[in-house]
């Protein structure tokens, strides 16, 4: 699909840029990927809570799962049948 030069230039849109498209009923939208990616970082922004790091939640969750699996006791019992 050919974008023309004036709409790219609106959109912010250089060559190689990706793109995200969607039907509503019977048109095509066509929107930079970088806009909805900042649309949804604002919505995951507004959806966080205040002054809690969701990266820091995130790693903190990670090392309590680690550290549960490193304690887990597990007995395997391995049978070689020839």
Same mark, same amino acid.
């Given at each position: +699909?050919?974008?023309?030069? =004036?709409? $790219?230039?609106? +959109? ?5 840029? @990706? ?9 095509? %939208?066509?929107?930079? @990927?970088?806009?909805?990616?900042? %649309?949804? $970082?604002?919505?995951?922004?507004? =959806? =966080? ?13 990670? %090392?309590?799962?680690? %550290?549960?699996? =490193?304690?887990?006791?597990?007995? !395997?019992?391995?049978?070689? !049948? $020839?």
């Amino acid at each position: +699909m050919i974008v023309p030069a =004036a709409f $790219r230039k609106e +959109m912010g849109l250089a060559k190689g840029d @990706a793109v995200i498209m969607e039907m509503h009923g019977d048109e095509l %939208r066509v929107r930079p @990927a970088k806009s909805a990616l900042k %649309r949804l $970082r604002e919505k995951l922004r507004e =959806a =966080a809570p205040q002054g809690v790091s969701v990266v820091d939640e995130l790693i903190a969750e990670r %090392r309590r799962t680690d %550290r549960a699996w =490193a304690n887990l006791s597990i007995d !395997v019992t391995i049978q070689v !049948v $020839r």
